[in-house]
């Protein structure tokens, strides 16, 4: 199955739910359930110490308000691109949050995550 043959309506009731956690496990600093819809090719490229002190450091990270705006699909070969308007609890201003979903061994798992 290819995830970009999903409807709109049907990609946001998979991906809304994992972004929302992302968020909540983020502001927690929960790394482990941070991670745990991650495909295998993105845990295997995780730099954990990174990873790590963004979790410990980053104002932006751990104070990401989970009222957010959803932006749009990019479908694009295996893939879906999930993008959002992301604000902080903390800091002023906007951000771009990016959530790349497919399917691995016929689950749909997290291949990109990232706020800019």
Do not use: C
């Not at 993105?42 to 954990?48: D, T």
């Not at 699909?73 to 959530?99: C, D, N, P, Y």
């Not at 691995?104 to 995550?113: M, N, R, S, T």
């Amino acid at each position: 199955m290819n995830i970009i043959d999903h409807t709109d309506e049907e990609l946001k009731a998979i991906a809304f739910p994992y972004f929302d956690d992302l968020i909540k496990y983020s502001n927690k600093g929960q790394y482990g359930k941070f991670i745990r819809n991650f495909s295998y090719d993105l845990l295997l490229g995780l730099n954990e110490v990174e990873l790590g002190n963004q979790f410990a450091k980053s104002e932006l990270a751990r104070n990401l308000d989970p009222n957010y705006d959803f932006l749009g699909f990019i479908r694009r070969g295996q893939h879906v691109t999930s993008l959002f308007r992301v604000r902080s609890t903390a800091k002023e201003g906007e951000w771009l949050g990016r959530m790349v979903i497919g399917y691995e061994k016929d689950e749909v798992k997290i291949f990109a995550a990232s706020i800019f």
